[in-house]
């Protein structure tokens, strides 16, 4: 990964979280409209996740948004070129590309991620939130129908009757209710938003990164199956994996696990 790479007129912002660094940051970089995506910033992220998600140098990817808010949505002052004929286009959907993104992503959610926010934030592997944020579903305030998963996602994490409540009263979610709910991993103070964000993308980038990727992979294809057949999801890959590792990477693998059980242990 190199240097940053300002996309969209610097809308859209890629760089490491240090020099050298395995973690790519991608934010969003519209603070004055709250983060408001147009057509050309979705675009660009989109593109951003299918870079990130191909480059070998990175191990795992932080989202964020600059300012007060994560990301208040769409930017309703271009609606019609934003949602006509364009739900399909998958090259273009920075939500689809989150989801091919074989990189885990971590969203950093400081401030409001509403409607579209929301369907971003919840496309993250992992999210991180100050204690001010809040989580807005308005699509039945403006009369703008989901296309990004909102409405499948949100009852399969916090369930079924409490996602029917935000999304269709228009409720916000504090951070403190999404903690509860099982929606976010992580509530921090605002100021240490990113930081701990980054924290959680290092320890990840520590791992084998390979098996992370894999990792990633079958907890997420698996989530769409039932129990048995998620089983057996992860039975075909296992067998596959191991079937494919030579006789050095199994010694090599053995020597690691020796050395480890050499060191003291942590107590965590």
């Given at each position: 990964?190199g240097?940053a790479?300002?996309d969209?007129?610097?809308?859209?912002v890629v760089?490491?979280?240090?020099?050298?660094?395995?973690?790519?940051?991608?934010?969003?970089?519209?603070?004055?409209?709250?983060?408001a995506?147009?057509k050309?910033?979705?675009?660009?992220l989109?593109?951003?996740?299918?870079r990130?998600?191909a480059d070998?140098?990175?191990?795992?990817v932080?989202l964020a948004?600059r300012?007060?808010?994560?990301?208040?949505?769409?930017?309703?002052?271009?609606?019609?070129?934003?949602?006509?004929?364009?739900v399909?286009d998958?090259?273009?959907?920075p939500?689809?590309?989150?989801?091919l993104?074989r990189?885990?992503?971590?969203?950093?959610i400081?401030?409001?991620?509403v409607?579209?926010g929301?369907?971003?934030?919840?496309?993250?592997d992992?999210?991180?939130?100050?204690?001010s944020?809040?989580?807005l579903?308005?699509?039945?305030k403006?009369g703008i129908?989901p296309s990004?998963?909102?409405?499948?996602?949100?009852?399969?994490?916090?369930?079924?009757?409490?996602?029917?409540?935000v999304s269709?009263t228009c409720?916000?979610?504090?951070?403190?209710?999404a903690?509860?709910?099982?929606?976010v991993?992580?509530?921090?103070d605002d100021?240490?938003?990113?930081?701990?964000?980054?924290?959680?993308a290092?320890?990840?980038?520590?791992?084998?990164r390979?098996?992370?990727v894999?990792?990633?992979?079958?907890?997420?294809?698996?989530?769409?199956?039932?129990?048995k057949h998620?089983?057996?999801?992860e039975?075909?890959?296992?067998?596959?994996?191991?079937?494919g590792?030579?006789?050095?990477?199994?010694?090599n693998?053995?020597?690691?696990?020796?050395g480890r059980?050499?060191k003291?242990?942590?107590?965590l």
């Amino acid at each position: 990964m190199g240097a940053a790479s300002p996309d969209s007129g610097d809308l859209i912002v890629v760089e490491p979280a240090r020099p050298g660094s395995p973690v790519a940051v991608v934010t969003i970089n519209r603070p004055a409209a709250l983060n408001a995506l147009t057509k050309p910033m979705m675009v660009s992220l989109a593109a951003a996740f299918r870079r990130l998600g191909a480059d070998d140098a990175v191990a795992a990817v932080v989202l964020a948004g600059r300012g007060r808010a994560f990301c208040s949505g769409v930017d309703l002052t271009a609606a019609e070129d934003v949602f006509k004929g364009d739900v399909k286009d998958i090259a273009t959907d920075p939500v689809a590309q989150m989801e091919l993104c074989r990189k885990p992503i971590v969203g950093a959610i400081a401030g409001f991620a509403v409607t579209a926010g929301f369907e971003i934030a919840l496309a993250c592997d992992i999210l991180v939130a100050g204690r001010s944020a809040k989580f807005l579903d308005t699509h039945a305030k403006f009369g703008i129908f989901p296309s990004w998963g909102l409405s499948q996602k949100l009852s399969r994490i916090i369930g079924p009757n409490r996602a029917r409540e935000v999304s269709l009263t228009c409720m916000p979610v504090t951070a403190e209710m999404a903690e509860k709910w099982g929606l976010v991993n992580h509530v921090v103070d605002d100021t240490e938003v990113l930081s701990k964000a980054i924290e959680v993308a290092e320890a990840i980038a520590r791992n084998n990164r390979n098996l992370v990727v894999l990792y990633k992979s079958v907890i997420n294809d698996g989530f769409q199956l039932d129990l048995k057949h998620a089983q057996a999801l992860e039975k075909e890959r296992g067998h596959k994996y191991y079937s494919g590792m030579t006789k050095e990477q199994f010694a090599n693998m053995q020597k690691f696990i020796q050395g480890r059980s050499s060191k003291p242990q942590s107590k965590l």
